[in-house]
Nanobody, 124 residues
Framework: QVQLVESGGGLVQAGGSLRLSCAAS????????MGWFRQAPGKEREFVAR????????YYADSVKGRFTISRDNAKNTVYLQMNSLKPEDTAVYYC?????????????????WGQGTQVTVSS
C-alpha cells in the first residue's frame, strides 16, 4: 500500500506559478500511474492531469492544457505538477493519486490511493 503526501501549495497572484510535489512511500512507485485532481469549494473533485508509470504518457484536462505540466522522478518516488499562468478558477485543494490500472483514468473511481491534499489559492 502506498502513502502519498502533497506539498507546494500556497497563495499566488493570477498569472503566477506554483509547483506541487507528491512524495510516495510504502510501495513500488514505478508500478503506479499517477494523477492530480482538484476540488474547489462546493464542487466535485475533478481530473487535472495523469502520467504513466514510465513518464512517457501524459494526459490533461482541457482547462489546464498548455498551462500545467505533470512529471515524475521514479528515483525520488515523486510526482510533480508545474502550474503556470494561474487563474482564480484554479483555486482548489489539489490531490495526488496513484492508480494500478488503466480504466477510468480521468475519474476519481479509477484511482486506488490518495493524498491528503494541498491548498492552492489564486488571487485576482
Amino acid at each position: 500500500q502506498v502513502q502519498l503526501v502533497e506539498s507546494g501549495g500556497g497563495l499566488v497572484q493570477a498569472g503566477g506559478s506554483l509547483r506541487l510535489s507528491c512524495a510516495a512511500s510504502g510501495g513500488t512507485f514505478s508500478s503506479y500511474h499517477m494523477g492530480w485532481f482538484r476540488q474547489a469549494p462546493g464542487k466535485e473533485r475533478e481530473f487535472v492531469a495523469r502520467i504513466s508509470r514510465s513518464g512517457g504518457g501524459t494526459y490533461y484536462a482541457d482547462s489546464v492544457k498548455g498551462r500545467f505540466t505533470i512529471s515524475r522522478d521514479n528515483a525520488k518516488n515523486t510526482v510533480y505538477l508545474q502550474m503556470n499562468s494561474l487563474k482564480p478558477e484554479d483555486t482548489a485543494v489539489y490531490y495526488c493519486a496513484a492508480d494500478l490500472g488503466l480504466v477510468f483514468i480521468r475519474e476519481v473511481r479509477g484511482y486506488d490511493y490518495w493524498g491528503q491534499g494541498t491548498q492552492v489559492t489564486v488571487s485576482s
